[in-house]
């Protein structure tokens, strides 16, 4: 098995709780299958499952406080349910690529939202404006992107504006449009904001 095959192989039992657990109880058969061959799955079978599960926890709390810098509103308004979404997603998605922790943090963004929605009472409903607002933002921040627009059912300036001083939510219902743009690919990021239905700009 080559290097980025075995990385790989890795990847998914230190990712994944429940193939951890059938490695535990059979570790040669899973080691198979995760196409090692027979003195690799030796070797990995010698190493001790306080061991693997050290390091998996470890990789998680990496990657939960690269996502958290990504989403910290999101991550500051749910609180503990932010976190237990991410132990949950963290077992069944592994980021590639070569920014890892961009494609993690908008991947979990997405099964938050889907969440969110389905859990509708459960939390604020501004909460899922912000979560967007966010997922919105990193979108933006590829300078490959032109144009990325999102629309929301608060006044996204006021509640991102709140939170990020640390005071409590400054929750308005305004519909509204906020507009990341830039001229040419690679150039500098524009953000404005509109309320709807009148389309008036909003000063940030």
Known sequence: ?????????????????????????????????????????????????????????????????????????????????????????????????????????????????????ARKGQHPRWALDLLRYEKARIKAADPRRRVVVCVFRHDISQLVRSLARKEDAAVFTRPCVAVWARLRRGTTIRYAVYMVPELRRKKN
């Open 1 to 117: 098995m080559g290097l980025v095959e075995m990385q790989k192989a890795l990847a998914r039992l230190y990712t994944n709780a429940d193939l951890r657990e059938r490695f535990f109880n059979d570790p040669a058969t899973v080691a198979r299958e995760l196409g090692f061959g027979d003195e690799e799955a030796r070797r990995l079978a010698a190493v001790s499952p306080a061991r693997i599960d050290s390091f998996a926890r470890s990789l998680h709390n990496k990657r939960l406080g690269q996502v958290a810098k990504l989403l910290p509103l999101s991550k500051r308004a749910l609180g503990g349910p932010f976190s237990e979404a991410f132990r949950v997603f963290a077992d069944t998605y592994v980021p590639a690529g070569t920014k890892k922790h961009l494609g993690d943090a908008l991947a979990f963004a997405g099964h938050l939202e889907k969440l969110l929605r």
